[in-house]
């Protein structure tokens, strides 16, 4: 898969200024977004106020990337000369859980979730089947929000809390919104896309479920929302020149093994019947982020969880890779840590 997209919006700065912009990037050739023709009013922006605005600024995009084809326009700078930055930070960023069909039937057949006692695995791959054709058909989404303290831009380490044993890579498609979204249907909720990109959900497993009350569900704060647990972009690919979101292929590598290898065609619910979801239930700002999903092959499936050393590489089709290394957290003194739960017990008699 190519590594950095034929078109795409991204933040840039040089390597010796201090100077961060937002840019089009088109074959390895590098525009600030207020040099395009028609954006100039775009000066001093960055990429969140270009979604603010995509309405406005998507045709002159378009027009430019048509016109390089035929006369090239001067004013570039090489991609090589460029350092990535964040691409931007949402507002919101809304995760989806058990999105991806092959994924869930491996778990709830591997692992006996959600199946009565007794049943052989083949029974339980034949139920799980038939639980997630009644879902696709039937049912409705997993969602819930992670903190916009989660980014990590490129470039940065993923730093690994001490006070966990499990954090897990989740690779996933990622949309960006590109105008306020509010009870749209599914069949308009593709016009309500601006682009988009690569995240990693990342998660610490030993933390999300709380055994002090269980009947209140995952604890999202303790286990997705440390800093750095949302790697995202650095590229912003266009819906336009993105393809088919239902037919992209997602590809993770941990230290160059492959780990995680899908199609988006896998989704339970496709991207247009997200969006129709979560905007049912809250109101979507352009630039928010809507994460759609892993698929098989995270670290749970595989018993094999991220150390300090490792470097995880994720790409998916058309819209290039993100790569970050782990490194261990260094605590300071006074830093609180994670206090695990201590179940009560029953004094003798």
């Given at each position: 898969?190519?590594?950095?997209?034929?078109?795409?919006?991204?933040?840039?700065?040089?390597?010796?200024?201090?100077?961060?912009?937002?840019?089009?990037?088109?074959?390895?050739?590098?525009?600030?977004?207020?040099?395009?023709?028609?954006?100039?009013?775009?000066?001093?922006?960055?990429?969140?106020?270009?979604?603010?605005?995509?309405?406005?600024?998507?045709?002159?995009?378009?027009?430019?990337?048509?016109?390089?084809?035929?006369?090239?326009?001067?004013?570039?700078?090489?991609?090589?000369?460029?350092?990535?930055?964040?691409?931007?930070?949402?507002?919101?960023?809304?995760?989806i859980g058990a999105n991806y069909r092959r994924h869930v039937i491996e778990m709830m057949t591997d692992h006996d979730v959600g199946s009565e006692a007794g049943l052989t695995q083949e029974q339980r791959r034949e139920r799980a089947t038939r639980l997630m054709d009644h879902r696709a058909a039937h049912g409705q989404p997993y969602a819930f929000v992670k903190p916009a303290s989660c980014l990590l831009p490129p470039g940065?380490?993923?730093?690994?809390?001490?006070?966990?044993?499990?954090?897990?890579?989740?690779?996933?498609?990622?949309?960006?919104?590109?105008?306020?979204?509010?009870?749209?249907?599914?069949?308009?909720?593709?016009?309500?896309?601006?682009?988009?990109?690569?995240?990693?959900?990342?998660?610490?497993?030993?933390?999300?479920?709380?055994?002090?009350?269980?009947?209140?569900?995952?604890?999202?704060?303790?286990?997705?929302?440390?800093?750095?647990?949302?790697?995202?972009?650095?590229?912003?690919?266009?819906?336009?020149?993105?393809?088919?979101?239902?037919?992209?292929?997602?590809?993770?590598?941990?230290?160059?093994?492959?780990?995680?290898?899908?199609?988006?065609?896998?989704?339970?619910?496709?991207?247009?019947?997200?969006?129709?979801?979560?905007?049912?239930?809250?109101?979507?700002?352009?630039?928010?982020?809507?994460?759609?999903?892993?698929?098989?092959?995270?670290?749970?499936?595989?018993?094999?969880?991220?150390?300090?050393?490792?470097?995880?590489?994720?790409?998916?089709?058309?819209?290039?890779?993100?790569?970050?290394?782990?490194?261990?957290?260094?605590?300071?003194?006074?830093?609180?840590?994670?206090?695990?739960?201590?179940?009560?017990?029953?004094?003798?008699?």
């Amino acid at each position: 898969m190519q590594d950095t997209p034929s078109i795409a919006l991204a933040t840039f700065s040089r390597p010796d200024a201090d100077d961060v912009f937002p840019g089009l990037c088109v074959n390895g050739q590098v525009w600030h977004i207020a040099s395009v023709p028609g954006l100039a009013a775009f000066e001093g922006t960055d990429l969140l106020g270009v979604f603010d605005r995509w309405s406005e600024c998507e045709p002159p995009v378009m027009a430019f990337c048509r016109s390089l084809s035929t006369s090239p326009t001067q004013g570039a700078i090489a991609l090589a000369e460029l350092r990535l930055r964040l691409p931007l930070r949402p507002r919101q960023i809304i995760c989806i859980g058990a999105n991806y069909r092959r994924h869930v039937i491996e778990m709830m057949t591997d692992h006996d979730v959600g199946s009565e006692a007794g049943l052989t695995q083949e029974q339980r791959r034949e139920r799980a089947t038939r639980l997630m054709d009644h879902r696709a058909a039937h049912g409705q989404p997993y969602a819930f929000v992670k903190p916009a303290s989660c980014l990590l831009p490129p470039g940065d380490d993923l730093v690994l809390p001490p006070d966990c044993a499990q954090i897990d890579w989740e690779l996933e498609l990622a949309v960006v919104i590109g105008r306020p979204c509010f009870r749209v249907s599914r069949e308009n909720a593709l016009d309500y896309v601006a682009g988009y990109a690569v995240a990693n959900d990342i998660s610490a497993r030993d933390r999300l479920n709380r055994r002090d009350i269980p009947g209140m569900g995952l604890d999202f704060i303790a286990g997705k929302g440390a800093p750095g647990f949302f790697p995202f972009g650095p590229f912003i690919v266009p819906a336009v020149f993105a393809g088919d979101p239902q037919d992209l292929t997602l590809e993770l590598r941990l230290n160059g093994q492959v780990m995680q290898h899908e199609s988006t065609a896998d989704m339970i619910f496709p991207v247009a019947a997200l969006i129709e979801f979560v905007s049912t239930h809250m109101s979507l700002l352009p630039g928010d982020v809507i994460s759609t999903g892993s698929p098989a092959g995270n670290g749970t499936h595989h018993g094999r969880f991220l150390q300090p050393g490792d470097l995880v590489e994720g790409r998916i089709e058309g819209l290039g890779s993100q790569r970050f290394s782990c490194v261990a957290e260094q605590l300071g003194a006074g830093a609180m840590t994670h206090r695990p739960f201590v179940a009560l017990t029953e004094p003798e008699r």
